[in-house]
């Protein structure tokens, strides 16, 4: 009997030590992530406000950081991977949602229709992206160092009130613009008939897109809303079951 109580107490020590590891190493990657997505978006700052100093206008911006802004922002998609294996306690749609509809931004609309890329509303939501980021993945560097700074928090869950709504009007004021040289073009559009028997029109596709803003928004925005009394006021938000 002591044998096995022994043996059952070996196992253990055994799966805690493995759990430790996993999370020590979950922890150190994590570390180095956000480290690296602070950098590089500081990097995307940076290079903004000297295009900016050095030109004295907006224009040709775009593509002078393009390159740097794609690959960060691709990159990102790894946090839908860190949701779904669960290092991180995050919903892995609304993280994919995020994610990939910045993704659908970068790629779809401002890299693909050059001529909206001098918008004033793609510096806007660029801006607004921009500090979004530095400040967000700041805060889980220094939180997973035990050394968060007040007015990181503070910044995190109080920027967003004023930067999110205007990312939103950023991201549908250049969708709306993009709309008539899509029209024009028939880009990424299906037209009957053809081999496959579908019909697809991007034209629609991005009016669809612009009108799920009016039920995701809501949703995102107020969660974050919640996140910030928990956080800021100590509140304890009990989430509905839909």
């Not at 224009?59 to 690959?71: D, E, H, M």
Request: aromatic residues 16%; positive net charge.
């Amino acid at each position: 009997m002591a044998s096995s109580e022994e043996d059952g107490t070996v196992e253990e020590k055994e799966n805690n030590n493995k759990k430790r590891s996993k999370s020590a190493l979950a922890t150190a990657w994590l570390t180095f992530y956000n480290i690296a997505m602070t950098a590089g978006w500081l990097v995307l700052a940076i290079a903004m406000m000297r295009f900016y100093i050095q030109k004295g206008t907006h224009k040709g911006l775009y593509r002078s950081i393009a390159r740097t802004l794609k690959f960060f922002q691709t990159f990102a998609l790894v946090e839908v991977g860190h949701c779904a294996i669960g290092i991180v306690r995050t919903s892995v749609i609304v993280t994919g949602v995020q994610v990939c509809s910045r993704i659908f931004m970068v790629w779809f609309i401002t890299n693909s229709i050059r001529q909206i890329q001098n918008e004033e509303s793609v510096i806007l939501f660029l801006v607004v992206w921009t500090v979004t980021e530095i400040t967000r993945y700041s805060y889980y560097t220094f939180n997973l160092l035990h050394h968060l700074p007040y007015f990181i928090k503070w910044a995190r869950y109080n920027l967003f009130i004023v930067l999110y709504p205007l990312g939103v009007i950023g991201e549908l004021l250049t969708i709306y613009a993009a709309l008539p040289f899509v029209r024009r073009s028939g880009m990424y559009s299906m037209r009957l008939p053809n081999k496959y028997n579908v019909s697809f029109d991007y034209y629609y596709c991005l009016i669809v897109v612009m009108l799920s803003y009016i039920p995701l928004f809501p949703q995102l925005y107020f969660h974050m809303l919640r996140q910030r009394r928990r956080v800021l006021h100590g509140e304890v938000i009990v989430e509905k079951d839909d």
